[in-house]
């Protein structure tokens, strides 16, 4: 069997009395995205910040490419690439000195330094700011500049955590892009998301993380057959309506709906047989839904059938995702 | 396919990769710490102006009262202007908390944990950029001294030896205040607690007026804590006379300081979260 790229296996951590993580076990394959999910404090920085050899585990042990992260922290740094959720570039230096600093840091040979940083600048799309200050750059550009540090001494394994959160969708999408070149030349890529369109779109298998523990290890695509393909959601017009209609629902169809305000969902094996039902059941009830909707299910779905809550959508920069910082 | 096998592991083990490592990347990160004082002028401009108030403050002020104690033959800015140099290597090195502890809330201290850096190059980084911005105060100071009346009595190269000292010093008090910057880790409060432990060493010193004014208890601190012995050493080397055995007092706590503080600073940069 192909040694895996990382290995994680009981891994704990506690600050204090908060346990941050729980007993956490996964494998990543070689030259594969794989992606960790989960919303604000869950656990996925750190996760990271254990294999980036940050932060030593409290119990339980992690590999990269083999290697301990903590009895061979010196090795693992010369493999791995780490891509924060702030954008982790000096402000004050430009966008190419900040590179060449990584690039000295690193210990590429000297001659090799400055074209690497050049031919990055031009990959990223910064090479007309590449001599301005950071300070001076959007914050789309520094997120970009930040991916592209950790890709200077071309690490076999990347760390992306939460890459795009705070991008904007064309900035996201040539990021997406990046990521998958990198994954067809090789690179393991591990990423942090709270966007599960994000994992869905990137990665080939998925842990969902939730409150320190594991909740789900799986492809995005079995994890979406495991619990039907299609979701319906009906919106009524009131809280007390949705309650009735789920109890008609429940009683009479066997299939029971979540209810979440005036909205009631379901994820059906048969989903366009099951509407007719609900339709002419509800109707005979005097139970019109204001709209009804049938799409795809999303891992966010996925999310809310395992946890029971929603993941928080939405930009969040907030520092207590971070993990350790008291 | 992606190479899977590690390159060879350096620095581990054999001393002197392991220091041909830390001068290597220590000078990496002195380099960036320089940059950004070269961009960020009021960094170096606020390091400039507290020493030219004091040495103006000094001079002017307290000048006439101080003048009269001294030893006869001693003017007031020939005893001062040693003082300043210590005074401002010592109040400089708050940066070195300062700047550590702003490294530490943005997220390039975690990406410089995870590199295969030295770990302590990060404090040999700042530092060692500290003492090149010392090298400059204290160059800028010695040109207001002249312009004030300063003058050297005991020959250029004695002076110059002065000024090492006032270095080394400056430096051995960075590595105290590395500590501090790494253990309290936002820069405001890095501020708050380095003055009221600065502002004891520095008044309570031979650096702007002689101990002998002072009550007997307080003599007893003031002649044997470290700015006073290297104020002592540098004007001895200004002034001239027997300097061997004070030199030697002031370079014991500056190995003192830094065989103490540089471990503890390491230990910090490797735990801190």
């Known amino acids: ?299 966010d779905d996925v999310f809310l059938a395992l946890t029971g809550h929603r993941t928080q959508t939405g930009p969040t920069t907030d520092s207590a995702n971070t993990g350790g910082k008291p | 396919m992606t190479t899977t096998t590690a390159p060879h592991t350096h620095a581990a083990g054999q001393p002197g990769r392991r220091i041909a490592a830390t001068v290597r990347d220590g000078l990496a990160v002195a380099w960036r710490n320089l940059i950004a004082l070269r961009r960020v002028p009021r960094l170096l401009v606020f390091s400039t102006i507290q020493p030219l108030v004091f040495v103006l403050m000094f001079r002017y002020v307290f000048g006439g009262v101080v003048g009269p104690s001294l030893p006869p033959g001693v003017s007031y800015v020939d005893f001062l202007i040693p003082g300043i140099f210590v005074q401002t290597a010592v109040f400089g090195s708050m940066n070195t908390a300062i700047g550590l502890a702003t490294d530490m809330q943005t997220g390039l201290m975690e990406r410089f944990r995870s590199l295969p850096m030295a770990r302590s190059a990060v404090l040999v980084g700042r530092t060692t950029a500290d003492l090149a911005r010392n090298v400059f105060v204290v160059a800028l100071m010695t040109g207001v001294g002249f312009a004030l009346g300063f003058r050297i009595h005991a020959g250029v190269l004695a002076f110059l030896g002065g000024v090492l000292l006032v270095l080394a010093f400056g430096f051995a008090m960075s590595w105290i205040f590395a500590v501090v910057g790494m253990a309290v880790g936002d820069p405001e409060t890095a501020q708050a607690a380095a003055f009221p432990v600065l502002a004891p060493l520095v008044f309570a010193s031979s650096a702007f007026v002689p101990v002998h004014t002072m009550p007997g208890w307080l003599q007893a601190f003031a002649n044997h804590q470290p700015v006073s012995q290297t104020a002592q050493a540098v004007r001895i080397l200004v002034l001239g006379g027997p300097a061997t055995s004070a030199v030697w007092q002031a370079l014991a706590w500056d190995v003192g300081i830094v065989a103490v503080f540089a471990p503890l600073g390491v230990w910090f940069y490797r735990r801190a979260v």
């Open chain 1, 1 to 299: 069997m192909e040694r895996p790229a990382i290995k994680v296996v009981g891994l704990s951590k506690h600050f204090g009395s908060l346990v941050a993580l729980d007993q956490v076990d996964f494998e990543v394959r070689p030259g594969a995205v794989f992606g960790l999910l989960g919303p604000n404090g869950a656990g996925k920085t750190t996760v990271i910040r254990i294999l980036t050899t940050i932060l030593h585990p409290s119990a339980g042990r992690a590999e990269v490419l083999g290697h301990d992260v903590v009895r061979e922290a010196a090795t693992v740094r010369r493999l791995i690439g780490l891509a924060g959720q702030y954008a982790a570039v000096d402000p004050n230096l430009t966008g190419r000195e900040n590179l060449r600093l990584i690039g000295r840091l690193t210990q590429l040979p000297r001659s090799r330094v400055r074209p690497r940083a050049s031919a990055l600048l031009e990959r990223f799309d910064l090479a007309a700011a590449a001599d301005r200050p950071v300070r001076t750059y959007s914050g789309g550009m520094r997120r970009r500049l930040d991916v592209a540090a950790a890709l200077v001494p071309e690490p076999p394994v990347l760390f992306l955590d939460e890459p795009t959160t705070g991008l904007d969708p064309q900035s996201r999408n040539a990021l997406w892009e990046l990521i998958r070149e990198l994954v067809s030349d090789g690179t393991t890529v591990l990423l942090t998301t709270q966007y599960l369109e994000e994992a869905d779109q990137l990665a080939e298998r998925v842990v969902v993380v939730d409150e320190g523990r594991v909740i789900a290890d799986d492809t995005p695509a079995a994890l979406k057959t495991h619990l039907g393909n299609t979701v319906i959601e009906l919106d009524m017009d009131d809280q007390s309506d949705a309650v009735k209609a789920a109890d008609v629902i429940a009683g009479r169809l066997g299939e029971t709906p979540q209810v979440e305000g005036t909205r009631l969902r379901l994820s059906p094996r048969n989903a366009s047989g099951l509407l007719r039902g609900i339709l002419n059941l509800l109707e005979a009830d005097g139970l019109v839904p204001r709209t009804v909707a049938v799409r795809e299910s999303s891992l």
